[in-house]
């Protein structure tokens, strides 16, 4: 593959990092991907994904971004696999491993009532009933049964961690424009 075959290509301003191109998948121009989520529904609903080399190669295949127009991806196994134009062949599909895969957070789908993306509960505000700020959203954790927010907040000058479970019983509301989730939550538990 040269970068004559991949359109350049700007990257969305709302551009998510979702996964990453792990390998060639069959003769037929086929890819292996391997999804930052659990439920790469974003991986499935955009057919323009933006591709950045890997840190780690030492000879990118293309330089900057450039733009993958998606045939088809699909689940195979416990795996993503997919294909996209103007990749012909293993050689090809050999040559995108590593890869970096965004896409634009506006084709993402639609989020179900009281379902929210990782990615937009980030950075959000979280206050107790109180009103008291018990830190910001700087990651979220999946423990199996549950989601866990991960906040972070200073404490005598330093900073430091508090987790707590994204569950109803002790999460009240999520307010994504208003920037803010509030809970039922002390700073002492």
């Known amino acids: 593959m040269t970068a004559v075959n991949l359109e350049p290509a700007d990257l969305p301003a709302d551009a998510i990092e979702v996964a990453r191109i792990h390998d060639a998948w069959g003769v037929k121009g086929w890819f292996k991907v391997l999804p ?3 439920s790469p529904e974003a991986l499935f609903s955009s057919k323009r994904w933006f ?5 780690r190669a030492a000879k990118p295949a293309f330089t900057g971004t450039v733009l ?3 045939r088809e991806a699909k689940e195979h196994s416990d795996s993503i696999v997919a294909t996209a134009h ?5 050689d090809d599909a050999e040559a995108l491993k590593g890869a970096r895969v965004f896409v634009a957070r506006s084709s993402f789908p639609t989020a179900g009532d009281d379902e929210y993306y990782w990615v937009d509960l980030i950075g959000l505000q979280v206050v107790n009933r ?21 906040l972070g907040y200073e404490e005598a000058g330093k900073p430091a ?13 999520v307010d994504v424009a208003g920037k803010r989730i509030t809970v039922d939550w002390q700073p002492d538990y």
Do not use: N, W
């Open 36 to 38: 930052h989520s659990a």
């Open 51 to 55: 591709l950045q080399p890997s840190e």
């Open 68 to 70: 993958l127009r998606i």
């Open 86 to 90: 103007d990749v012909e062949g293993r």
């Open 130 to 150: 109180e009103g008291v700020v018990l830190g910001e959203v700087k990651d979220l954790m999946a423990t199996g049964p549950q989601t866990v927010l991960v």
């Open 161 to 173: 961690e508090r987790m707590i479970p994204f569950v109803a019983a002790y999460v009240d509301a």
